[in-house]
C-alpha cells in the first residue's frame, strides 16, 4: 500500500531576473513501512522536498498525496489538523518551543488538537530516548543531542503514518 505519493512535484522561485528550480518533476512512491533516505548536497533541495511532502509548502506544480488525502484538496485550516495528525516532522533545528519544557514540547501537537497522551507510548518513547531525567528542563539547558531526542519524541507522540527528518 502507498503511504506517500508525489507527482510530477516543481518548486520554483524567482530572485530577481533569475528562476531558480529548486525541484522539477519529482516522481516518488513510498509504501507504508518503508524508510527513504534523501541524499544531496546542502541547497540541492531536500528540505524544500520535505516541506511539500509535509503540505508545509505548496508547490509551483505537482500534487502529494499522504495516504488516500490529496493535500492540495485541503485547506490551509485542514492541512495544518492534517499534519499535526498525519505527519511528524523532526527539524534540522528541532524547532522546540522555548518557553516550554520538554514534556510539553513533546505533548504539544497532541495539546493543539485538545488530546491527551497515550501515557504508555509516551513512557516507551521518553525510555527509548533516554529523556526521563529531562522532562521538566527547558530546550535551552539541553544539549543539541538531547534537544534532537526530544524532537524526535515530538514527531512519534501522535503515531502518525508519515515522519519527516530533515
Same mark, same amino acid.
Given at each position: ?60 506544480? *505537482? ?6 488525502? !490529496?493535500?492540495?484538496? $485541503?485547506?490551509?485550516? &485542514?492541512?495544518? @489538523? =492534517?499534519?499535526?495528525?498525519?505527519? *511528524? ?6 524547532? !522546540?518551543?522555548?518557553? $516550554?519544557?520538554?514534556? &510539553?514540547?513533546? @505533548? =504539544?501537537?497532541?495539546?493543539?488538537? *485538545? ?6 507510548? !509516551? ?16 530546550? *535551552? ?26
Amino acid at each position: 500500500m502507498i503511504q506517500l505519493r508525489a507527482n510530477n512535484l516543481k518548486k520554483y522561485y524567482q530572485r530577481g531576473t533569475h528562476l531558480i528550480k529548486a525541484l522539477d518533476g519529482i516522481d516518488l512512491e513510498v509504501e507504508r513501512g518503508c524508510f527513504l533516505a534523501v541524499m544531496g548536497v546542502s541547497g540541492s533541495g531536500k528540505s524544500t522536498l520535505l516541506h511539500l511532502l509535509g503540505g508545509l509548502d505548496e508547490p509551483t506544480e *505537482g500534487r502529494v498525496q499522504i495516504g488516500e488525502v !490529496l493535500l492540495d484538496n $485541503l485547506d490551509e485550516e &485542514e492541512k495544518s @489538523v =492534517f499534519r499535526r495528525r498525519k505527519v *511528524g516532522f523532526i527539524f534540522q533545528n528541532y524547532n !522546540l518551543a522555548p518557553m $516550554l519544557n520538554i514534556y &510539553e514540547n513533546i @505533548v =504539544f501537537p497532541l495539546t493543539l488538537d *485538545g488530546r491527551k497522551p497515550d501515557e504508555e507510548l !509516551l513512557r516507551s518513547i521518553v525510555s527509548f530516548l533516554r529523556l526521563e531525567d529531562l522532562m521538566e528542563a527547558f530546550p *535551552g539547558e539541553l544539549s543539541g543531542g538531547q534537544q534532537q531526542r526530544a524532537a524526535i519524541a515530538r514527531a512519534l507522540i501522535a503515531k502518525p503514518p508519515v515522519v519527516l527528518a530533515d
